[in-house]
Structures are given as C-alpha cells and as structure tokens.
C-alpha cells in the first residue's frame, strides 16, 4: 500500500509563486509504457501529472527494479533536477497514458535564483516530496526485501 501522496504543486506553493511558475508550463503527453528517464541520467526537467500515473522505480542489483511509488494527479515527477549534480535517483515510467505540465530545470532554476523567496518556496515544496519519496522508497524496499517478521519500520 501507498503512502498518502505528497502535496502536490497546487497546495504547496502561494498563489503568486504558483502563477509565476505555471508560465514556464508546458503541456505535453506521454502513452503508456512511455520511460521517462533512467537513473543517473540528466534531470534537466520535471513534470506535474494532470491525468495518468507513472511508477517510480529503482533498480536492485540481481533483481528485477523494483516499483516504489505510483504518482498521480497534482503530484510532482521528478526532484533530482533541483539538486546538484543534476542527476536522476530513480527511473520512471507512464503506466497509464500521461498528460502532464512539463518545466525546464535550468529555467527554473534561474527563475528560483533572481527571486529568493520563490526559490525557497519551491525548495521547501521539492524538500518535502524528497523525504516523502525516501520514505515511501524505504518503506517498499522494506516490503520487498526484509525478512518477513524482521520487526518494525522504526
């Protein structure tokens, strides 16, 4: 089971800051099965899915990759792309057809810079769904690989 979803870009950001942003938006769509990146590729952009899912996955040694978290609506593709060096943690794919808004890293990262507080607003929104993810990640993991009775997640 999931966890809740992270807030998505449309709760977490003031509406000024969420206006400026939106106007570096860009509509695309993606079919099903469509791979969005790999891990350790370049993040040099992100996405907020309007309709579909896509599965979030990190790959194991000797194992099939394993699923950690499925996104959906309002909920933010993608973090690497804020933090140096700029590369992918996970790998995503469209397991559903996909329309989303789709944000340049580097445009975004310079809109962040010349306006401070904006740029912290989006930190702290892209923060918190990091440490959602890596708990959803450690949590999956736990299901996944963790011998059955091991003990708490605590």
Request: aromatic residues 10%; contains cysteine; glycine residues 10%.
């Amino acid at each position: 089971m999931n966890a809740p979803p992270a807030v998505g870009v449309l709760q977490a950001l003031p509406a000024e800051h969420r206006r400026r942003l939106m106007r570096f938006a860009r509509e695309v769509s993606f079919p099903q099965d469509t791979r969005l990146f790999e891990e350790g590729g370049r993040a040099d952009r992100f996405w907020v899915i309007r309709t579909g899912n896509v599965g979030l996955g990190m790959r194991v040694p000797g194992r099939p990759a394993a699923v950690i978290e499925t996104l959906r609506h309002d909920e933010l593709i993608g973090w690497s792309w804020l933090f140096a060096p700029h590369a992918w943690h996970l790998g995503a794919t469209a397991t559903s057809a996909v329309r989303a808004y789709e944000f340049d890293a580097v445009a975004i990262r310079s809109l962040c810079r010349d306006d401070p507080a904006l740029g912290a607003s989006v930190t702290q929104w892209v923060g918190g769904v990091l440490a959602h993810r890596l708990q959803a990640a450690r949590t999956r993991l736990l299901d996944l690989y963790a011998p059955y009775g091991s003990g708490s997640l605590l």
